[in-house]
């Protein structure tokens, strides 16, 4: 296991050691997220943990969990107890972007059902402004895409559509994926509500105001941030 591999299991298992017996669970996708739920399962199969049940974020997560030994459940009307999830940046008052894996509309629903929504990371992915690093992954039907991408490059930003082997990247909705170049320092509440009301658009990776706390970790160890208190 390389040193970022190590960092992301030891907050994969930190984040395990929040959860309480009888809780449901929101299961993140992803590196990171992968040492949480592999974790959920050793505390569950010693005995640890009793009645704990996981929502998966994606098929990946699912085949995971249920190799684990998680149980999983459908999510209900009444959300979750935690959600745990990587990110591809959290900026200082742990807004991120996510779906660089592709699961980023059912992260973000289990993410937003969740009273307690904690991130994971190595420090690698912090930034001060969020466009840094990663661009803003867009899901969006297949339907009309092209038009799509042009409603996206209207907005200020460069979609690119994301593929894996030659071929179209296409999530476990059906649909595909379009990574949107923006510049650091853009206005990401402003981008996320054009976002959400341009046709076509499925989902997309700004995760602004859901995350309560971000679990972190490097070579000098590990820190645990909380979201800063609104003004």
Not at 134 to 159: D, K, M, N
Not at 208 to 217: D, F, T, V
Request: hydrophobic share 45%.
């Amino acid at each position: 296991m390389d040193v970022r591999e190590d960092y992301k299991r030891q907050v994969g298992e930190a984040a395990a050691r929040l959860v309480e017996s009888g809780m449901l669970v929101g299961l993140g996708s992803g590196t990171t997220a992968r040492f949480f739920t592999e974790a959920l399962g050793r505390a569950l199969a010693s005995g640890e943990l009793q009645g704990v049940r996981g929502v998966p974020t994606s098929a990946r997560t699912e085949r995971l969990a249920q190799s684990v030994g998680v149980p999983l459940s459908e999510l209900p009307a009444e959300g979750v107890d935690l959600a745990v999830d990587g990110a591809d940046e959290i900026d200082p008052a742990l807004d991120a972007i996510k779906g660089l894996g592709g699961a980023l509309t059912r992260e973000k629903v289990v993410a937003a059902a969740a009273r307690r929504f904690v991130l994971v990371a190595d420090t690698s992915k912090r930034v001060t402004r969020l466009g840094e690093l990663a661009p803003v992954p867009v899901e969006v039907l297949r339907f009309g895409w092209l038009r799509t991408r042009a409603s996206l490059e209207w907005l200020g930003c460069e979609p690119v559509l994301r593929a894996r082997g030659g071929e179209a990247f296409v999530t476990d909705n059906g649909n595909l994926v379009l990574d949107c170049a923006v510049t650091a320092g853009f206005d990401a509440r402003g981008f996320a509500a054009a976002l959400d009301a341009l046709p076509g658009v499925v989902g997309h990776g700004l995760f602004i105001g859901l995350a309560h706390e971000a679990l972190l970790a490097d070579a000098e160890g590990m820190v645990a941030l909380r979201r800063p208190a609104a003004s």
